[in-house]
């Protein structure tokens, strides 16, 4: 496998399409780079902390922690065919439901390649899960 490696500053602008030789990933540096994901579905992207609402007595509508990026805020470039995540939205819950919104951070892992101007989120970057502000870490790209 031969992963593509993007390093330096870069700014990528227009409708690209990025894939690594024979099944390799696309990175910055040593990360991967993130992407969209169907909401609730196939592997989680990260895990955050249980949304406990409503509170208790009540049970919990959904109490997963598995956590999907479906939406970037910039969807141009791709990698492998899937949205490069460039800040976005994502779901926080337990498979077929992810109830629970959150947002996707500005890229820390990430400095200096962007999209548009607006850098390319990648592993170990993180989301703001709405209903109860708790952090998600995203340890799998999803590529």
Same mark, same amino acid.
């Given at each position: 496998?031969?992963?593509? =490696?993007?390093?330096?500053?870069?700014?990528? @602008?227009?409708?690209?399409?990025?894939?690594?030789?024979?099944?390799? @990933? =696309? @990175?910055?540096?040593?990360?991967? $780079?993130?992407?969209?994901?169907?909401? +609730?579905?196939? /592997?989680?992207?990260?895990? +955050? /902390? %249980? =949304? !406990?609402? %409503? *509170?208790? %007595? /009540?049970? *919990?509508?959904?109490?997963?922690?598995?956590?999907? !990026?479906?939406?970037?805020?910039?969807?141009?470039?791709?990698?492998?065919? @899937?949205?490069?995540?460039?800040?976005?939205?994502?779901?926080?819950?337990? %498979? +077929?439901?992810?109830?629970?919104?959150?947002? $996707?951070?500005?890229?820390? +892992?990430?400095?200096? $390649?962007?999209?548009?101007? !607006?850098?390319?989120? $990648?592993?170990?970057?993180? /989301?703001?899960?709405? *209903?109860?502000?708790?952090?998600?870490?995203?340890?799998?790209?999803?590529?």
């Amino acid at each position: 496998m031969g992963d593509l =490696v993007l390093k330096g500053m870069l700014n990528l @602008k227009g409708m690209l399409t990025l894939s690594g030789a024979d099944g390799g @990933k =696309v @990175k910055v540096d040593s990360f991967e $780079v993130l992407v969209e994901v169907s909401k +609730g579905v196939g /592997a989680s992207q990260g895990q +955050g /902390a %249980p =949304v !406990i609402l %409503p *509170p208790p %007595p /009540a049970s *919990p509508i959904d109490t997963g922690v598995d956590c999907w !990026i479906f939406k970037s805020f910039n969807a141009t470039v791709t990698a492998g065919g @899937k949205n490069i995540v460039t800040m976005g939205m994502c779901a926080q819950g337990n %498979p +077929g439901m992810a109830t629970w919104p959150g947002m $996707v951070q500005q890229s820390i +892992g990430n400095p200096t $390649v962007t999209i548009n101007n !607006i850098a390319i989120n $990648v592993q170990n970057d993180m /989301a703001t899960i709405l *209903p109860m502000g708790t952090p998600v870490t995203f340890t799998s790209s999803g590529q």
